[in-house]
C-alpha cells in the first residue's frame, strides 16, 4: 500500500477524526502493512516489535466490525502480562473515544476475581487479558466467547516462552470457528507455525523490519572476561551515569548476582523475574517508572511488554542467544525522538553471537576496550525522586487530582516537585522530588486525603 495516511482507509468519519486528535495522521510500517487486510477481514499474522505501532493496528482492526448495540464480548486480546494488557486496554479505550459507547475490559491473573466476574455481568464488548485468568472465567462460566468476532494474540512469541500454549489453544478452541484471527509476534519460532496452522485460516503474512535507527541509538560493543560481567555492568553504569537503565540477563539468577554487584556498589537497583508475586511486580515497576528507582535487571520474559517512557540506557549484561531478541532489547532506549545508548558486553565464547548481530544489521559493530569503562567523579547517583505508597485507590473512589491538591493545597509541596501519580484499585503511588519527600510524607500521614486519615509509607 502506497498511500500511508488512516484517511486512505475505509473508516468511519468518527474513527478518522478521533486519529487526528490523537494525533495518528500516517501510519506507521505495521499499520500500512495490515490494517488494509484486516479491515477486509482476513487473518493476519504481523510480524512486528514493541513500539511499531501494532497496537493500534489490532485496535482499529478490532473495532472496526463491533455492533454497538450488543454488549457480549465480541473482541478478545490475549497477552503474555497483566502490564502489557492494561496498555493494550488503555489504548484501545483512546481508539474507541470517537465510536461510541464501547466497553473494554482487562481479566488478568493476580488480581481478586469476584470484582471481574462483577464487570462481566455489565457486560463488554472488548476484553483484554491473560490465557490463565481466561481460562479461569471460560471454566467458570463468566465469560462467553458465543458472539465472538475477532481473536487477537499479542506477544505470541512471548506467549509460548511463558508456557500458555496449551491454555492459549483450550481459549481459541472456545471460539466460534467463524471469527477472524490476528497473531502479532516479534518473532517466527515453531510454536507460532503450529499456532497458525492449527487455529488460522488462510492467514495473510506481514513482516516489518524491526532493526532500530542507528542515529539515536549509540551502540557500544565490550569483549570482556566471564568473571569480569558484573563489575563492568557497574563500570558502564558509573561511567555513563543514566537515570534509568534496564539491564537484560539470561537467567534469573544471573539477575540476582547483577543486582547483587550494582547493590554493593551503592547502585539503586531492583530484579524483575517470573519468581516475583504481581504485588511486588507492580511495585517496581511503578518505582522504576517514577524514577524512584535507576535500574531494572530483567530476563527477557519478564521485561516483555513493558511500555518504558525516556529510558537512557540498555546493558546486555550478555548478548541474547537470537540476534532479532537483541534489536528489541536494543530498541527500548532511543524512544520517542530521544537519543539513547546500548552497553553490549562480550565473553571469549559468545564471539559468535555478536557476529550474528553485525550480519543481522549489515554493518561493522562498534567495539571499544573493557578499560575504557571507568566511573565518572560526581554526586552519588540516587534516583531523582522517591516514591510514597497511599493505602487507598480507585475502589475508595480516589483519584490523582485528590493526592494532588492534597499534597499542593494542605501540604504546601510546590507542583513542580510532586512527578507521576498512579492509582490502582487499592492503592496509589506519587512521585515526590527528593529533596521535598520526607516533608510530603509527613504532611500527607499528619493531614487528610479527599476528607479521610490516609496510611502512606515511603517505598
Not at 513482516?207 to 569483549?223: C, G, K, M, P, T
Amino acid at each position: 500500500m502506497t498511500d500511508s495516511l488512516f484517511s486512505s482507509l475505509p473508516l468511519g468519519t468518527d474513527m478518522l477524526a478521533n486519529l487526528d486528535t490523537l494525533g495518528y495522521a500516517s501510519m506507521t510500517p505495521v499499520q500500512a502493512a495490515s490494517l488494509p487486510l484486516l479491515l477486509k477481514g482476513h487473518d493476519v499474522i504481523a510480524q512486528a516489535s514493541t513500539g511499531s505501532g501494532k497496537t493500534a493496528a489490532f485496535g482499529i482492526g478490532l473495532l472496526h466490525p463491533l455492533n454497538l448495540r450488543y454488549y457480549g464480548c465480541q473482541a478478545l486480546v490475549l497477552c503474555p502480562t497483566r502490564e502489557l494488557a492494561d496498555q493494550v486496554a488503555a489504548e484501545i479505550r483512546r481508539l474507541a473515544r470517537g465510536v461510541g459507547n464501547i466497553k473494554v475490559l482487562t481479566l488478568c491473573g493476580g488480581q481478586p476475581i469476584g470484582p471481574q466476574i462483577g464487570s462481566l455481568e455489565h457486560g463488554a464488548q472488548v476484553v483484554v487479558g491473560t490465557p490463565g485468568r481466561i481460562l479461569k472465567h471460560l471454566s467458570k462460566g463468566t465469560l462467553s466467547l458465543d458472539g465472538l468476532n475477532t481473536l487477537v494474540l499479542d506477544e505470541a512469541d512471548r506467549m509460548l516462552d511463558m508456557g500458555f500454549y496449551d491454555d492459549i489453544a483450550q481459549v481459541i478452541r472456545q471460539t466460534p470457528a467463524r471469527r477472524q484471527t490476528m497473531l502479532f509476534s516479534a518473532t517466527y519460532p515453531p510454536g507460532i507455525k503450529q499456532l497458525a496452522e492449527t487455529f488460522m485460516r488462510e492467514p495473510e503474512h506481514v513482516e516489518v523490519e524491526a532493526l532500530h535507527d542507528n542515529s539515536r541509538i549509540e551502540q557500544r560493543f565490550y569483549e570482556v572476561e566471564p568473571l569480569q560481567r558484573y563489575e563492568a555492568v557497574a563500570d558502564a553504569i558509573a561511567c555513563f551515569r543514566p537515570t534509568s537503565c534496564v539491564v537484560f540477563c539470561v537467567t534469573k539468577q544471573q539477575c540476582n548476582d547483577v543486582v547483587g554487584q550494582l547493590c554493593r556498589r551503592g547502585l539503586s537497583a531492583r530484579v524483575l523475574n517470573s519468581d516475583l508475586e504481581q504485588r511486588e511486580r507492580d511495585e517496581v515497576l511503578t518505582l522504576f517508572a517514577n524514577r524512584s528507582l535507576s535500574v531494572l535487571v530483567a530476563t527477557d520474559v519478564a521485561a516483555r511488554g513493558l511500555d518504558i517512557d525516556n529510558l537512557d540506557m540498555v546493558i546486555n549484561a550478555e548478548l541474547s542467544h537470537d540476534p532479532q531478541t537483541h534489536i528489541h532489547r536494543v530498541g527500548r532506549t532511543g524512544r520517542a525522538g530521544e537519543k539513547g545508548m546500548a552497553i553490549n558486553l562480550v565473553a571469549p565464547k559468545e564471539a559468535r553471537r555478536a557476529m550474528a548481530i553485525e550480519e543481522l544489521q549489515g554493518e561493522k559493530l562498534n567495539w571499544h576496550p573493557a578499560s575504557s569503562l571507568k566511573p565518572r567523579e560526581g554526586d552519588p547517583m540516587l534516583p531523582p525522586t522517591i516514591t510514597l505508597c497511599i493505602a487507598a485507590g480507585r475502589k475508595d473512589k480516589l483519584r490523582p487530582g485528590d493526592i494532588l491538591g492534597a499534597l499542593t493545597g494542605d501540604a504546601g509541596i510546590p507542583g513542580n516537585q510532586v512527578g507521576k501519580i498512579t492509582v490502582t484499585d487499592y492503592q496509589a503511588y506519587v512521585a515526590i522530588e527528593r529533596d521535598s519527600a520526607e516533608l510530603a510524607l509527613q504532611r500527607l500521614m499528619s493531614g487528610k486525603i479527599k476528607g479521610k486519615n490516609r496510611r502512606v509509607k515511603k517505598l
